[in-house]
């Protein structure tokens, strides 16, 4: 089916250790973001991509890296996990202009020990 | 920068009830608006959108949205809400963020509960 796709599902990491979330997605979408969502906070950006090459930060980046090398994927790096990043990270896509909404991905529960 | 604000962090309403879900936004130039709905554990889907026209957008489930301009508001209906519609529900909207590109700003959504 195409969509979003996250991987993994869930993730239990301890302080400091580095992870990578995975995001793909097969719409050949040229924008794609990253969202942290906490209770009561609603979805918060962390970083988007307008295009392969080209990323920007969101308003929570702190702590996090991205690339794109490809259209299809979008990769997020946790590069010193704190407990302050446990939280539910979505994936989305749309065309450039979002005319059509954004495709979420099912999520990544992270949990930071 | 773009804000959403979601008037309500939690509305019970009994089976059969009408609902009315409440979203304002910061700025109306040029934006597209989106209503999405988490269910329990589940990512986000779209329920209904609005780029331009008619400033009564119908979605899914038998939701609608109206969209006013002068009030900077975009408030979610449904005449008669189902158990099934228990959900968080997600105001967001698409405006530009500069050099070429665009950002989804969400509020901090409204849990809707059922009650039978």
């Known amino acids: 089916n195409a969509g979003v796709t996250q991987t993994p599902k869930f993730q239990v990491l301890k302080t400091g250790q580095s992870m990578t979330l995975q995001c793909a997605q097969d719409?050949?979408?040229?924008?794609m973001s990253w969202y942290r969502q906490d209770p009561g906070m609603g979805l918060r950006l962390i970083h988007y991509s307008v295009g392969a090459g080209i990323t920007d930060q969101g308003e929570v980046p702190n702590g996090y890296n991205v690339s794109r090398s490809t259209t299809e994927d979008f990769p997020l790096r946790l590069l010193s996990a704190a407990p302050s990043q446990t939280s539910v990270y979505f994936c989305?896509?749309?065309?450039?202009?979002?005319?059509?909404?954004?495709?979420f991905g099912s999520g990544t529960r992270l949990t930071v020990v | 920068a773009q804000s959403v604000t979601q008037l309500d962090s939690q509305v019970p309403v009994f089976e059969e009830a009408p609902v009315e879900l409440r979203c304002n936004y910061s700025?109306?130039?040029?934006?597209?608006l989106f209503w999405y709905v988490q269910y329990p554990n589940q990512g986000l889907q779209l329920l209904l959108k609005?780029?331009?026209?008619?400033?009564l957008v119908k979605g899914i489930n038998g939701f609608e949205a109206e969209f006013n301009k002068s009030q900077t508001s975009f408030h979610l209906r449904k005449p008669s809400v189902h158990i099934s519609d228990t959900a968080e529900y997600f105001c967001a909207v698409r405006s530009y963020s500069g050099a070429g590109s665009y950002q989804l700003t969400f509020g901090k959504g409204t849990k809707l509960s059922v009650i039978p």
């Open positions: 989305a896509s749309s065309s450039a202009q979002g005319s059509y909404g954004y495709t």
């Open positions: 700025s109306s130039v040029s934006v597209y």
């Open positions: 719409m050949n979408h040229e924008y």
């Open positions: 609005y780029l331009s026209g008619s400033t």
